[in-house]
């Protein structure tokens, strides 16, 4: 009898102290199920959520405006002047690396002004660059570098010739471009500048108003610049609207398109009705996507 109380005692002795250890198990998990609700509180504080959010706004802006000044610049292409090779609605990204900064290297607003250029390089004929316009204030234009410094550039019979060499061009075939409703024509032609870069051209005729022109002389620190669609481009050939373009004027060079679209132009007429708006709304979508130019789109420009 005393052996069975024993051990009666024993065991719930045991219990006891498997309860107390349970307790106390418990105990530490509600605790710790405090502390962890009191760090959701505190990740989850809305004023902290708030401030957290507008400063990465603010940094994500500043890290954009600092890779448009420095990097790569957006421009989109306005005109056909750039045909076959750039097309109206291609957006692209200019390199302000490629020759270093100048004061046109920056926003107009925030008025920097110095001469020069910092960390320059040099220019590659053949190259593909914005420039600012040095007879209209704040124009920016995009043209191919054809003349470097101290070479003759004329058109004769509409054939380019550099430092009194002809240069090649092969005829490729006949293209219609519909600009604004207004269908032209152009000659295809594929050119090789002296320097091995081949591109192509749209031409015309071989008797339009710039295909015949005086013997430019680059001066020191200019660059003559053309259009490819030679007969739609206003450019270095004219020298009392373009001329030629001192170096402090460049911009960067064109690099890639990151996308390009034909527009919607009339695709989407004024309606009018209840539904005028939805249908207009939905019109205006479906030709946006619809005349993508998925194929442009990362495309490299040489």
Same mark, same amino acid.
């Given at each position: 009898?005393?052996?069975?109380?024993?051990?009666?005692?024993?065991?719930?002795?045991?219990?006891?102290?498997?309860?107390?250890?349970?307790?106390?198990?418990?105990?530490?998990?509600?605790?710790?199920?405090?502390?962890?609700?009191?760090?959701?509180?505190?990740?989850?504080?809305?004023?902290?959520?708030?401030?957290?959010?507008?400063?990465?706004?603010?940094?994500?802006?500043?890290?954009?405006?600092?890779?448009?000044?420095?990097?790569?610049?957006?421009?989109?292409?306005?005109?056909?002047?750039?045909?076959?090779?750039?097309?109206?609605?291609?957006?692209?990204?200019?390199?302000?690396?490629?020759?270093?900064?100048?004061?046109?290297?920056?926003?107009?607003?925030?008025?920097?002004?110095?001469? &020069?250029?910092? %960390?320059?390089?040099?220019?590659? +004929?053949?190259?593909?660059?914005?420039? /600012?316009? !040095?007879?209209?204030? #704040?124009?920016?234009?995009?043209?191919?570098?054809?003349?470097?410094?101290?070479?003759?550039?004329?058109?004769?019979?509409?054939?380019?010739?550099?430092?009194?060499?002809?240069?090649?061009?092969?005829?490729?075939?006949?293209?219609?471009?519909?600009?604004?409703?207004?269908?032209?024509?152009?000659?295809?032609?594929?050119?090789?500048?002296?320097?091995?870069?081949?591109?192509?051209?749209?031409?015309?005729?071989?008797?339009?108003?710039?295909?015949?022109?005086?013997?430019?002389?680059?001066?020191? &620190?200019?660059? %003559?610049?053309?259009?490819?669609? +030679?007969?739609?481009?206003?450019?270095? /050939?004219? !020298?009392?609207?373009? #001329?030629?373009?001192?170096?402090?004027?460049?911009?960067?060079?064109?690099?890639?398109?990151?996308?390009?679209?034909?527009?919607?132009?009339?695709?989407?007429?004024?309606?009018?009705?209840?539904?005028?708006?939805?249908?207009?709304?939905?019109?205006?979508?479906?030709?946006?996507?619809?005349?993508?130019?998925?194929?442009?789109?990362?495309?490299?420009?040489?």
């Amino acid at each position: 009898m005393a052996k069975k109380k024993t051990g009666k005692a024993k065991k719930e002795v045991s219990i006891e102290t498997d309860a107390e250890e349970n307790g106390s198990e418990n105990k530490d998990a509600v605790e710790d199920t405090h502390e962890d609700n009191s760090e959701i509180t505190t990740i989850l504080d809305p004023e902290k959520e708030e401030r957290g959010f507008w400063s990465a706004l603010a940094l994500a802006a500043i890290l954009a405006f600092c890779f448009r000044i420095f990097l790569y610049q957006p421009f989109n292409i306005p005109s056909s002047s750039m045909y076959p090779n750039l097309l109206i609605g291609d957006y692209l990204f200019v390199s302000k690396l490629s020759y270093g900064y100048s004061r046109f290297s920056f926003p107009d607003f925030l008025h920097v002004d110095f001469r &020069g250029r910092i %960390f320059e390089k040099q220019p590659e +004929r053949g190259d593909i660059a914005v420039f /600012r316009q !040095p007879h209209e204030r #704040g124009i920016d234009y995009i043209k191919r570098i054809i003349g470097l410094p101290g070479d003759t550039v004329q058109m004769r019979s509409g054939e380019l010739y550099i430092n009194g060499e002809r240069v090649p061009r092969t005829f490729i075939d006949i293209r219609e471009h519909d600009d604004e409703g207004v269908i032209e024509t152009f000659s295809k032609y594929e050119t090789t500048l002296p320097n091995g870069v081949t591109h192509h051209i749209y031409e015309k005729s071989d008797d339009e108003y710039y295909d015949n022109t005086p013997l430019f002389t680059v001066p020191d &620190g200019h660059y %003559f610049f053309m259009g490819d669609s +030679r007969d739609a481009s206003l450019d270095s /050939r004219a !020298p009392d609207r373009v #001329g030629m373009i001192p170096k402090d004027n460049l911009i960067g060079r064109a690099t890639i398109i990151f996308f390009s679209t034909a527009g919607i132009g009339d695709s989407c007429p004024v309606r009018e009705g209840f539904f005028a708006h939805p249908r207009m709304l939905g019109c205006v979508v479906y030709h946006s996507v619809k005349n993508i130019r998925y194929r442009r789109i990362f495309r490299r420009i040489r």
